[in-house]
């Protein structure tokens, strides 16, 4: 079957009516960043495997994020596990089996683990983690700044200070293996990068990059992910 139609089966289908009530439009963890992160996780599986999304797959990527709207980030991969595994059991388009895999998958998918239980977890995981562009990083993080209300002499440094500990190398960030194998060299590139900012760069790099997609000086509006 063509990837391009494979989606169009009745319980993907399903499973996207499903889902799409629990997103806003757009914004920040919206049905346009759930469709990102499928359009990832599509990419990935075709690449690495030569395979489409398995429906227990879907589930956990239309899902993940179910309970952020009503209930913000904290414990979101927890609750949002236990809200989908009610959801799919009653919609009955999955089986038993499928159910507990896409709520594993779920349950984790935000716990940067070094090793993950399952493939659809490290999939889930690597497609929703960042892509590895410095620049829309940057702007993301300072967009962070600006709506946590950090100073704006203070942005710059605090963005250092975040994103080499986060993302540098020996960061807190374990890249999952399907997001390495995916990404590829670019994966050490990034914890190049991020080990050894030096703040003008920095800055003059940021600033380039809201200039060229018209973002105001304090706006803090990150550009939609691919």
């Given at each position: 079957?063509?990837?391009?139609?494979?989606?169009?089966?009745?319980?993907?289908?399903?499973?996207?009516?499903?889902?799409?009530?629990?997103?806003?439009?757009?914004?920040?963890?919206?049905?346009?960043?759930?469709?990102?992160?499928?359009?990832?996780?599509?990419?990935?599986?075709?690449?690495?495997?030569?395979?489409?999304?398995?429906?227990?797959?879907?589930?956990?990527?239309?899902?993940?994020?179910?309970?952020?709207?009503?209930?913000?980030?904290?414990?979101?991969?927890?609750?949002?596990?236990?809200?989908?595994?009610?959801?799919?059991?009653?919609?009955?388009?999955?089986?038993?089996?499928?159910?507990?895999?896409?709520?594993?998958?779920?349950?984790?998918?935000?716990?940067?683990?070094?090793?993950?239980?399952?493939?659809?977890?490290?999939?889930?995981?690597?497609?929703?983690?960042?892509?590895?562009d410095i620049d829309r990083m940057l702007n993301k993080?300072?967009?962070?700044?600006?709506?946590?209300?950090?100073?704006?002499?203070?942005?710059?440094?605090?963005?250092?200070?975040?994103?080499?500990?986060?993302?540098?190398?020996?960061?807190?960030?374990?890249?999952?293996?399907?997001?390495?194998?995916?990404?590829?060299?670019?994966?050490?590139?990034?914890?190049?990068?991020?080990?050894?900012?030096?703040?003008?760069?920095?800055?003059?790099?940021?600033?380039?990059?809201?200039?060229?997609?018209?973002?105001?000086?304090?706006?803090?509006?990150?550009?939609?992910?691919?």
């Amino acid at each position: 079957m063509l990837y391009k139609t494979a989606y169009a089966q009745p319980e993907y289908r399903a499973l996207a009516r499903l889902a799409r009530k629990y997103y806003n439009a757009t914004g920040p963890n919206s049905w346009e960043h759930i469709q990102a992160v499928r359009r990832r996780a599509q990419r990935m599986m075709r690449q690495l495997e030569n395979r489409q999304l398995t429906p227990a797959e879907y589930a956990a990527i239309l899902l993940h994020d179910n309970t952020k709207r009503e209930f913000g980030a904290e414990n979101h991969g927890r609750m949002g596990a236990d809200r989908a595994a009610t959801l799919l059991a009653g919609a009955m388009i999955l089986n038993p089996a499928q159910v507990d895999e896409a709520q594993q998958a779920i349950r984790v998918h935000d716990d940067n683990l070094a090793k993950f239980p399952s493939e659809n977890a490290e999939l889930l995981a690597s497609a929703d983690a960042n892509p590895p562009d410095i620049d829309r990083m940057l702007n993301k993080s300072y967009g962070w700044q600006i709506r946590h209300d950090v100073p704006r002499e203070d942005r710059i440094n605090r963005i250092i200070a975040g994103m080499s500990k986060k993302y540098g190398r020996g960061g807190t960030f374990n890249y999952p293996g399907i997001y390495s194998r995916y990404y590829g060299d670019r994966v050490a590139g990034i914890q190049e990068y991020f080990a050894n900012m030096d703040p003008a760069e920095v800055e003059d790099r940021l600033m380039r990059y809201r200039k060229v997609h018209g973002i105001k000086s304090d706006e803090a509006r990150v550009l939609p992910d691919a």
